[in-house]
Structure formats: C-alpha cells, structure tokens
C-alpha cells in the first residue's frame, strides 16, 4: 500500500509540473503587451534580467550564489549554481509593475502591468550535478505616444486641418531553457544553458486627420517574428576561509548567437466614426508584404560576481555586468533600425540576505530570510544624444511555511520589492519612476526517491 501510495503521489507531482509548464507556455507566448515604457520601442525591447525574487531583492547578484540560506535555488544567471542542488526544485513566479512617465512641461501619467514572470524546475542527476529546466521572458515590448502637426503636416497655411501620429508596439520575446550543472572536487562547479528564445515583436504607426470628415487615414504594421538558439555558460569557484564562512568567484557568460527572424508589413485604409471618434473597420489593404528570412545577431554578456557566506546566516555579494549591445545587428529590409541609439551596456549590482537563526524552530522571524540591496545600470540606449542610465533599490522577504512533522517537502514563499528611475528629463526624454514587484513560490523535495521498503 505504501509503495502504490508513493508512485501515485510522484506521478501526481508530475502531471501537476506538466499543467504548470503548458500554462506557463500559452502566458508567455502571448503577443499582448507587458511593459509601458517608451524606452522598450528600440532594439528588440526591454531586456529582462531574469531575476527571480531571490535576487532581485538582493540587487541582482547571482552570478556569484547558489544556496541560500541552506535553500535549493534555481539560478538561470549561472548555470553553474546547478551543481549545489540536492533536492528537486519548482519555483514558479509573477512580476507587476507600477509605472509613472514624466516628460518636461507635458505632465505625467501612470501604468500598471501584470504577468507569469517564470516557471523553473530542477533534479539533482548525482551527488554533484543537477539538470534544469523552465520558462523566462526574454524581452518586452509595450509603448504608446502621439505627435500631432499643424497645417497636415506641410507648413502650408491652407492646410487648416491638424494630422495625428500614433506610433504603439507590443509582444516580446520568450527564453526556454534546458541546463547542467555539476561540480568537480570540492571547490569548482561548472554549468551551461540551452536556450530556445521565440516570439514576435509588433509596431505600428497610424496616421489620421481626425477633423477632417471621409479622410482615408492610414496604418502600418510591422510584425517581426524571431526564433532561434541561444547559449550560455558558467564557472564558480568556492573556498573556505574557515569551517563555516565560505567565498565564491562567479563568471558566467551569453555567446553571441544569430537567430533567425522575419517582417511582415501590412498597411491600410480606415475612416473614423464621426459619432465616438472611433476607428471604423479598415476599408482595404493597400500593401502586405512578407520579406525572406534573416538573421538577427544578438550580442555577448558577460558577468562577474563574488559572494560571501557566513554559515547559513549571512550572505553577500557584487556582481559587474558588461552587454556588447552595440553588436546588436540585423540584415535585410525592414531591419536597419534595429540597432539604432545601441550601446554598450555596464550593469553594477550589491546585495545581502541575513537570516537571524535557522535552528530557532520556536521563533519564526528568526526563520525569514531579509534582502536588500542596490542597482545601477548603465542602460544599452543613447535616446537624444543622451545616454540612458537606471538605478534602484530593492528589498525583499523569504518567507518559510513549515512542514509537516513526516514531510519531505520544503517550502519557501519569496517576495520583492524594486523601487527605481530610468531616464531625464533633459532633451525631451521621458522620466520612469517605478516600483516592481515579484512574487514567487519555491518547493524543495525529495522526487524520484527508490524506497527499500514496501
């Protein structure tokens, strides 16, 4: 009975797995968008640094970290850090943001967004190695502004009528990946992902003389689909500095890597309701046109970090983050733009977790883990001949649930906070004031264990 009692409870976590994985799947791959930022028009959008709520309230820093606080973490950012789990490994996790835009002289307006940030899993293969698997966002697209010019444009006095240029983008890209970690010796571990990274990314620009009764107004959309391999490695090396406290050097690094990718435009004709101001239904479709297929380049990171750990109650650690943005190319028509005001990014990160006492079962604040931490990042855009720099400060919460007196389950809700600036006010940009908020659920447990006795 109990040997039947545990291959049905297994298969039951894995078909529960499965649905998660196939809900993750259809959240992701879903074109609508994510994001408000204006900065998320160029290159290929804004790129996702892949925190879990582990990190981010930390600051970022992962290069460098693996366990903590004696937790199985799954560490996409080096894929070395998959060497130190022992158990298997779900951590599944949501992103909402609040968003304030300020430009100079135009007033402010605010957003919010919400979506599934990712869904992770991980099995330790031996002693000293693990395999992972998941589902991330790569980047995301999601803008909308208006210019509005006199005299339709033309300077001509007689042109009475005012004509709108609403410019919008959406979609983004999706990461799935399938990793090894292991460890040799006592002090190196090595690791490498397998990225699969799809999506499409979708802008448009419509053109409308509202005032102006029957006009033909016009709209283009262009809707680039991109799939392909992406690759990523990792090292860490620890060392004791005595029997408890323990310092890790991290490296890990994105190969530069082509995926392939494909434009479609189409541009049409629609009037607008004289009742509501509404966009009747296009009347024709002038052009639709789908170009061959490309090659989009996508640049190399590399990442440097170092941490330090005093027993399960202290954790420290920097990372230093270098993007060759200004790679970022792609051939053919309809993609000369796409590297345009792309530089070359520098990311700095410092975070800390302290955990009062994990032994003192009686007091259970004494259990919480407590990050904090600071960003800076010299982003990978010059907008205006101004370059584009971010900074945040973040904090965050591990929050254990306890098991059972019988279980072999270990769980952990993870929650952050990312309170932040991107952008200036200076040469017509656009001031970001942001909080973003990460909510995740992380299960250690002992899977695909053979039993002795029935």
Do not use: C
């Amino acid at each position: 009975m109990l040997h039947y009692y545990n291959i049905m409870t297994k298969y039951t976590k894995l078909f529960i797995t499965l649905v998660l994985v196939i809900s993750a799947f259809g959240a992701s791959a879903q074109n609508g968008a994510t994001t408000s930022s204006p900065y998320s028009r160029y290159g290929i959008g804004d790129i996702d640094p892949n925190w879990t709520p582990q990190t981010a309230g930390m600051g970022g820093i992962a290069t460098a970290t693996n366990t903590i606080s004696g937790f199985a973490t799954i560490n996409t950012i080096n894929p070395a850090s998959y060497g130190a789990i022992a158990l298997t490994t779900i951590d599944v996790g949501a992103f909402g943001s609040s968003l304030k835009l300020t430009r100079d002289g135009q007033g402010s307006e605010k957003s919010t967004n919400f979506r599934l940030n990712h869904l992770l899993f991980a099995f330790p293969v031996t002693k000293r190695s693990a395999l992972s698997f998941g589902l991330q966002p790569y980047s995301q697209r999601g803008y909308e502004y208006t210019q509005t010019q006199s005299n339709l444009g033309t300077g001509d006095p007689a042109d009475t009528n005012a004509v709108n240029l609403k410019y919008s983008g959406e979609g983004g890209l999706t990461k799935a990946h399938i990793g090894y970690g292991f460890g040799i010796g006592k002090h190196l571990m090595l690791g490498a992902n397998v990225s699969y990274i799809f999506g499409s990314m979708k802008d448009y620009r419509v053109t409308s003389i509202p005032d102006l009764y029957g006009a033909f107004n016009t709209r283009i959309e262009n809707n680039a689909s991109v799939q392909g391999l992406n690759y990523d490695y990792g090292a860490q090396f620890m060392f004791n500095v005595s029997e408890r406290n323990v310092v890790t050097f991290g490296y890990s690094g994105s190969a530069p890597t082509k995926l392939n990718i494909q434009n479609s435009t189409y541009v049409s004709h629609f009037t607008i309701n004289s009742t509501d101001g509404s966009e009747n239904l296009p009347l024709d479709s002038v052009v639709s046109t789908v170009s061959p297929k490309s090659k989009l380049k996508l640049p190399s990171v590399n990442r440097f970090g170092v941490s330090f750990k005093a027993g399960e109650k202290l954790l420290i650690g920097a990372d230093y983050t270098m993007g060759k943005w200004s790679d970022l190319s792609a051939a053919g028509d309809g993609y000369e733009n796409v590297n345009q005001n792309m530089k070359d990014s520098k990311t700095y990160n410092i975070g800390a977790q302290i955990t009062p006492n994990i032994n003192k079962l009686n007091n259970y604040w004494a259990l919480v883990d407590y990050r904090f931490g600071f960003m800076y990042n010299q982003t990978n855009l010059r907008v205006n001949s101004t370059d584009i720099t971010q900074y945040a400060a973040t904090f965050g919460l591990g929050l254990p649930l306890r098991p059972s007196q019988t279980s072999t389950s270990y769980y952990k809700i993870n929650v952050s906070a990312e309170i932040g600036k991107r952008g200036s006010l200076i040469n017509n940009l656009v001031k970001e004031n942001y909080i973003n908020i990460r909510l995740g659920f992380t299960l250690n447990d002992k899977w695909f264990t053979r039993y002795k006795f029935d």
